[in-house]
């Protein structure tokens, strides 16, 4: 009898040791990432929000040399037309991205997945552009695109008067847009062709054999199995598109940004944060893009990625319960065939 | 098992000390070395530091003097991110200038140098060291005067006919027509940097605007005067004669030949209007890397009714501040960049003016010569606008100015651009 019941706590004392040991060896193994992602993600917000409190000029610390204005710096901010056209202007370029992008990469994806000569070496062309650093297309494109830049030359050879397209209101944001298209389409482009040989040959084998033509296999084949890769890459790049910075500041510069038509939200941020050494409103500013970007990316993957990242990064009971709901369905339709 | 556990443990206090280690301060804490920042991060400007550190090292043994040369765009955020805790800044640096260095002494970060100059920058740099002196405090210690101007080709006014340089505004509209009419783009302006076309706003408004009005202006941000806005209409009437560079927008100031700097150096434009830093700028520019050889100068026009002071300038100085925390031979360091011999060779190095007095024997280039001239001639020069005003509405001013330049609001959207920043800073 003693003798059953101190095996019995021997044991369990053994589980509690195996959990305990375990716990702490999840707590050392993550700690590292843990401090990481605490000391430069979770602590840089929590200071932002802190600093976007007050008037400060970024020297000695808000409390001591800035004045405490509460939500001021918000509504500041959320009131300038600047900000609000800058705004504006991010969201023409998550949206025209997608637009122009989107059509353009699936053709291309096609196109490249094809057998042809030279297919690699066009697959690696488009790819070139993504590889290239910002800085050097920024500084590139802005030498070319000048009003006496090269493109107008060579247009004035043809008697095309070329219009200037970096500082009119009317074409810079076209501009962006096609300079954006160009550097980010072989990103896609790849995304869209490693979705394209995930699906299987047999299918577009058997539709072969069932005649079905070119058009009709991309139509019904294709398209429908590659919408798990472009919802993610829609993702990716609406997420690039709301953190748009530096080509915009390379190339038009934080004060033309605006009169041409093409400040973004960082570049607003950066002017009158940095620019203009308002540091406590810079830190609203910021609070306000981090919060845009946030309720952009949640809505999305609450809504249409979530399929996509069943028991990932959803909850997983709320996956189970999809599970659930699916094997009762299931049942139902044997029961009814029964 | 247990290894694992120990090593992993190992690993993550490692990691741990490793993220303490990067909060070490990057000034030595001995007394015999000095950590030295600066903006000349090329060419001659560069080397003159290197050299003039050594001779320091050399007058004094035992003492070494780190520098490091910070690209100048990246040379304020740098600074301000470092002097957050003075202990681990640098221990002398090349100041922000105006409200900058007003914000780092109510922040503690800089030392009063009232008792420590020595009597040499006392003497000979008389002139420029209002501008390190706030509150009758001496912050700093000057090592160059730029005062502003027009920098401009004597080849391109002759070719057009110009035999004598524009005195009045109406005076330099007449000359960019006639220029225009030979065919030469009159006035190179770097406008995707905003201040160079603010500089102009800034002149007009020093010419427009009584002494009295424009010290209200920067000094308590009361814009309420007319004059404020009739040099925002003057610089917009010059504007709509198209006598800037084709698509000065989309300029940039000094980086490469497609800049406004580079469309001077190379007879693409006949003027700009720049600080005196103009000839070493223009010297990197130019086809064959030489001083540009037919550059003029003359002062900034004055304007047909304007109120104010006759033959005021306007520009910047250089100068450098001491860490609060720096040792004493930090002080004995910028004392010495004041010594005639060194101030000379700095004005070699960096083809401009130096602070000192003494020194300006040196000045051979033709045109410095002529800034010289109107610098001897004034009795006070006033700072840059936007340095005076702070980059907050400096900022504000900037774009204002590039707004009103594209069309996009008026010469009254400037002043209501500088006083809707008040909100912000």
Redesign the interface.
């Known amino acids: 009898m003693t003798s059953i019941s101190t095996s019995v706590r021997h044991r369990n004392k053994r589980v509690t040791d195996g959990k305990v040991?375990r716990n702490?060896?999840i707590f050392?193994?993550s700690?590292?990432a843990i401090?990481l992602f605490c000391?430069f993600v979770i602590l840089p917000i929590i200071l932002g929000a802190y600093y976007g409190f007050y008037?400060w000029?970024?020297?000695?610390t808000p409390s001591?040399?800035g004045t405490f204005v509460g939500l001021?710096?918000y509504v500041?901010a959320l009131s300038?037309p600047n900000f609000q056209a800058a705004i504006l202007h991010t969201f023409e370029i998550v949206i025209g991205s997608l637009v122009i992008q989107a059509p353009l990469a699936i053709l291309f994806a096609l196109l490249l997945n094809q057998k042809f000569k030279g297919r690699a070496l066009i697959r690696t062309l488009i790819f070139v552009p993504y590889v290239v650093s910002e800085v050097i297309v920024g500084t590139g494109w802005?030498?070319l695109?000048?009003?006496?830049?090269a493109i107008n030359q060579i247009l004035g050879r043809f008697g095309i008067d070329g219009p200037?397209w970096?500082?009119d209101?009317k074409i810079a944001i076209w501009t962006l847009l096609l300079l954006i298209s160009w550097k980010y389409i072989g990103f896609a482009v790849i995304l869209m062709l490693a979705g394209m040989q995930s699906i299987p040959e047999e299918l577009y084998e058997a539709a072969r054999v069932d005649g079905a033509g070119f058009w009709q296999m991309q139509k019904s084949i294709t398209l429908p199995l590659l919408a798990p890769t472009l919802r993610i890459w829609v993702f990716l790049s609406m997420i690039g598109s709301l953190q748009l910075f530096d080509l915009v500041y390379i190339i038009?510069?934080?004060?033309?940004s605006?009169?041409?038509g093409v400040s973004t939200m960082a570049t607003y941020m950066v002017?009158?944060g940095?620019?203009?050494?308002?540091y406590?409103?810079g830190s609203a500013v910021a609070l306000i893009i981090f919060i845009i970007s946030l309720i952009v990316a949640l809505t999305y993957q609450r809504f249409v990625l979530s399929r996509d990242l069943d028991g990932a990064l959803t909850e997983q009971k709320q996956a189970k319960k999809r599970a659930q709901k699916r094997a009762k369905e299931a049942q139902r339709l044997a029961a009814a065939a029964q | 098992m247990k290894f694992k556990?120990i090593a992993?443990?190992t690993?993550?206090v490692a990691?741990?000390i490793g993220?303490a280690g990067c909060g070490n301060s990057n000034s030595a804490n001995d007394d015999k070395t000095i950590t030295f920042w600066h903006n000349a991060s090329a060419g001659e400007g560069k080397q003159y530091w290197v050299d003039l550190a050594a001779a320091f090292e050399k007058k004094n043994p035992g003492v070494k003097v780190e520098i490091q040369a910070i690209q100048n765009e990246d040379y304020?955020?740098k600074l301000?991110t470092a002097?957050?805790d003075p202990a681990s800044g640098p221990d002398v640096y090349m100041s922000l200038g105006g409200a900058?260095t007003k914000?780092?002494i109510?922040?503690?970060?800089t030392m009063d140098l009232t008792d420590k100059i020595s009597s040499t920058v006392k003497s000979d740099m008389k002139t420029t060291l209002s501008a390190a002196t706030f509150d009758s405090k001496v912050y700093g210690v000057p090592v160059s005067v730029e005062p502003g101007g027009i920098w401009y080709s004597k080849d391109l006014f002759e070719r057009a006919g110009i035999t004598e340089t524009p005195t009045t505004f109406d005076q330099l509209k007449e000359d960019a027509q006639k220029l225009k009419d030979a065919g030469i783009a009159p006035i190179a302006l770097g406008?995707?940097?905003?201040w160079p076309a603010a500089h102009w706003y800034y002149w007009l408004a020093l010419r427009e605007c009584s002494p009295s009005v424009y010290s209200k202006g920067t000094e308590k941000q009361d814009f309420s005067d007319k004059c404020w806005t009739r040099a925002g209409n003057d610089l917009k009437e010059l504007a709509d004669m198209d006598v800037f560079n084709?698509?000065y927008?989309?300029?940039?100031a000094q980086q490469g030949a497609?800049s406004s700097a580079g469309l001077l150096a190379n007879h693409k434009a006949a003027m700009e209007l720049m600080g005196a830093w103009e000839p070493g700028v223009l010297k990197e520019l130019t086809p064959d890397k030489k001083p540009m050889a037919d550059l003029g100068f003359f002062a900034f026009p004055s304007v047909d009714g304007g109120k104010g002071e006759e033959g005021a300038l306007m520009g910047g100085v250089t100068y450098f501040q001491v860490n609060p925390e720096a040792p004493d031979i930090a002080v004995d360091f910028v004392n010495f960049m004041a010594e005639k011999d060194n101030q000379e060779k700095y004005a070699t190095a960096f083809s401009t003016i130096p602070a000192s007095t003494a020194a300006r024997g040196v000045v051979t280039d033709e045109s410095l010569k002529a800034v010289l001239e109107y610098l001897n001639k004034s009795d006070s020069m006033q700072l840059w606008m936007d340095t005076t005003l702070?980059?907050?509405i400096?900022?504000?001013l900037?774009?204002g100015v590039?707004?009103m330049l594209?069309g996009?609001g008026g010469a009254q959207d400037i002043v209501k651009a500088m006083q809707?920043?008040a909100?912000?800073?």
């Open positions: 040991r702490i060896e050392v193994l700690a590292p401090i000391a008037k000029k970024g020297f000695g001591k040399n001021q710096n500041t300038d802005s030498l695109l000048q009003k006496t830049g200037d970096l500082a209101p038009w510069g934080q004060y033309v605006t009169t041409a002017r009158e940095r620019g203009a050494g308002n406590g409103y | 556990s992993a443990a690993l993550a990691t741990l993220m304020a955020g301000q002097m957050q900058k914000e780092m109510d922040a503690g970060q406008g995707k940097d905003a084709e698509g927008m989309t300029t940039t497609n702070g980059t907050n400096g900022t504000a900037n774009s590039v707004n594209s996009k809707d920043a909100a912000k800073g």
